[in-house]
């Protein structure tokens, strides 16, 4: 494992758009224009990442191929790479959220389309120490997450809850959670994207 601690490295490492360019780079490694045009993006663009990652010690070069008379240098990703939370811009949580605020504003705009129509809404109800606030119709008896269920219910699941587990549970509660989620991230069948975010800490 090659451990990266600079700040160049893990901008460059959290950034959405410069991974998916260092993805070309793995295995056997690649020259610039082939990854380029594997990629669809322009030559330029390709090589300023690389210069910037090769700088980080993201990329390293991994040989000489010849291309159209003459030599190119191939770039390789060395994985895994480890690079201290410390050095993360914004700090270690953006290591585990880099993207959060893109995502929470898709989760609001998706809960925006869901509440306009449908009939779907807010219900409050009483509740030990806060209020409860729920998705719901208003002709909706019993509990909201029942309701959810029917056929015809859109497929949401929308609960923010603190839980008092003992350590035990909680990491029953962990196994669980990841279990699902592996179930059916390996299906990825054709459909409609849904969005989904799992989080569990101590408070």
Do not use: C
């Not at 060395?78 to 929470?104: K, M, R, S």
């Not at 306009?116 to 008896?141: I, K, M, N, S, Y």
């Not at 587990?165 to 849904?194: C, F, I, N």
């Amino acid at each position: 494992m090659i451990i990266l601690d600079s700040a160049l490295a893990a901008r460059l490492l959290t950034d959405p758009d410069t991974r998916r360019i260092l993805a070309a780079f793995q295995g056997n490694g690649q020259v610039i224009a082939d990854a380029a045009r594997a990629l669809n993006l322009p030559l330029e663009t390709v090589r300023y990442r690389v210069r910037r990652a090769v700088q980080a010690g993201v990329l390293v070069a991994a040989g000489r191929r010849a291309r159209r008379g003459r030599t190119q240098t191939v770039y390789r990703l060395p994985l895994p790479v480890f690079v201290p939370g410390l050095q993360v811009p914004g700090g270690p949580y953006t290591l585990l959220h880099p993207d959060e605020d893109a995502f929470l504003a898709q989760v609001r705009r998706v809960r925006a389309a869901l509440l306009a129509g449908g009939g779907w809404g807010l219900r409050v109800t009483a509740g030990t120490p806060d209020l409860v606030a729920e998705l719901a119709r208003p002709e909706q008896r019993g509990a909201t997450m029942d309701a959810l269920r029917v056929l015809q219910a859109p497929a949401v699941v929308d609960v923010s809850s603190t839980l008092t587990l003992s350590a035990e549970d909680a990491k029953a509660l962990q196994a669980e959670l990841l279990d699902v989620y592996a179930r059916y991230a390996a299906r990825q069948r054709p459909g409609a994207a849904h969005l989904l975010g799992l989080t569990l800490y101590p408070a």
